[in-house]
């Protein structure tokens, strides 16, 4: 038993991972599209190229399904919705590494109010000077762009949640993509303006994100928030500014200082700690 349970955290750890790389690279694919069609436009349309893709796969049923399955489909959808589209905006102003690190405090934010122990404490203080040091405050971070990132960091803590919550309450990603129609439902109206401006290579990059960042990447986190606690999944969260750094870096040229190479060790190490922890807890549980 203990040996399945340090397997599954592992596996978890490995989706967090996966995900927040699909995540990150779909939102620097869409950075060119901010300027032609806007950040709006394009996170309405990566919602809908991922519901037709998401319930093309599972085909969900919309019978027999209880009020809290609804519930928690309809929460994620919402919350996914509000994250991506403040998301979207703080990226459209300022370096993907620095709008994520900003929106990371949402999830660190958990962490520390759900999180147990000392240690856990500590973990995640780790992951907030790693933070501190990725966003480099004062480097050119505008005020508009950081209030969209605070938008973003409460969306993505409801989003932790709502995961967790969808996870318990349906099965495979067949509640995923109900949820992300919903999302779909509620920003699709702000792409309608941009259809005339769409071209053939706009649209390849809108398909990428969707299949990218929504399919692959959602898919990989509601996989991790099954096998693990939101309060390890939120702090594994703290791998996704450097994450986002390195491909800003990579994808987008955007320049790397020090002090950001200092902060990525820091939230690799907390994420590496926390991991550490939830597979003795999970090898300390009795046997079933």
């Given at each position: 038993?203990?040996?399945?349970?340090?397997r599954?955290?592992?596996?978890?750890?490995?989706?967090?991972?996966?995900?927040?790389?699909?995540?990150?690279?779909?939102?620097?694919?869409?950075v060119p599209?901010?300027?032609?069609?806007?950040?709006?436009?394009?996170?309405?349309?990566?919602?809908?190229?991922?519901?037709?893709?998401?319930?093309?796969?599972?085909?969900?049923?919309?019978?027999?399904?209880?009020?809290?399955?609804?519930?928690?489909?309809?929460?994620?959808?919402?919350?996914?919705?509000?994250?991506?589209l403040?998301?979207?905006q703080?990226?459209?102003?300022?370096?993907?590494?620095?709008?994520?690190?900003?929106?990371?405090?949402?999830?660190?934010?958990?962490?520390?109010?759900?999180?147990?122990?000392?240690?856990?404490?500590?973990?995640?203080?780790?992951?907030?000077?790693?933070?501190?040091?990725?966003?480099?405050?004062?480097?050119?971070?505008?005020?508009?762009?950081?209030?969209?990132?605070?938008?973003?960091a409460?969306?993505?803590?409801?989003?932790?949640?709502a995961?967790?919550?969808?996870?318990?309450?349906?099965?495979?990603?067949?509640?995923?993509?109900?949820?992300?129609?919903?999302?779909?439902v509620?920003?699709?109206?702000?792409?309608?303006?941009?259809?005339?401006?769409?071209?053939?290579?706009?649209?390849a990059?809108?398909?990428?994100?969707?299949?990218l960042?929504?399919?692959?990447?959602?898919?990989?986190?509601?996989?991790?928030?099954?096998?693990?606690?939101?309060?390890?999944?939120?702090?594994?969260?703290?791998?996704?500014?450097?994450?986002?750094?390195?491909?800003?870096?990579?994808v987008?040229?955007?320049?790397?200082?020090?002090?950001?190479?200092l902060?990525?060790l820091?939230?690799?190490?907390?994420?590496?700690?926390?991991?550490?922890?939830?597979r003795?807890?999970?090898?300390?549980?009795?046997?079933a």
């Amino acid at each position: 038993m203990s040996e399945l349970g340090g397997r599954e955290t592992t596996l978890g750890a490995a989706c967090v991972l996966g995900g927040a790389t699909a995540i990150q690279s779909s939102a620097a694919i869409g950075v060119p599209c901010f300027a032609v069609i806007g950040a709006a436009a394009t996170s309405g349309l990566r919602f809908l190229v991922g519901a037709v893709v998401l319930t093309t796969i599972a085909r969900p049923s919309l019978r027999g399904r209880t009020r809290a399955g609804w519930l928690g489909i309809v929460a994620f959808g919402v919350a996914v919705a509000a994250m991506n589209l403040c998301f979207f905006q703080a990226v459209a102003r300022l370096p993907l590494g620095t709008a994520v690190s900003i929106e990371f405090l949402g999830p660190f934010t958990l962490a520390v109010l759900t999180g147990t122990g000392r240690r856990h404490g500590l973990f995640a203080a780790l992951g907030l000077v790693g933070v501190v040091l990725l966003a480099r405050p004062g480097g050119g971070v505008t005020l508009v762009g950081a209030l969209f990132a605070l938008g973003a960091a409460v969306g993505w803590a409801c989003y932790t949640l709502a995961s967790q919550r969808l996870g318990a309450v349906t099965q495979g990603i067949d509640g995923l993509a109900l949820a992300i129609c919903i999302a779909a439902v509620l920003t699709v109206g702000l792409s309608v303006p941009s259809f005339s401006s769409l071209t053939w290579a706009l649209v390849a990059r809108v398909v990428s994100m969707g299949v990218l960042g929504v399919v692959v990447g959602f898919s990989l986190e509601l996989a991790a928030l099954r096998r693990l606690a939101a309060a390890h999944v939120a702090v594994l969260f703290s791998l996704n500014p450097a994450i986002a750094f390195a491909i800003g870096w990579l994808v987008l040229g955007q320049h790397v200082q020090l002090t950001a190479l200092l902060g990525g060790l820091c939230v690799v190490g907390a994420g590496i700690a926390v991991t550490g922890d939830a597979r003795r807890q999970a090898s300390a549980l009795p046997p079933a």
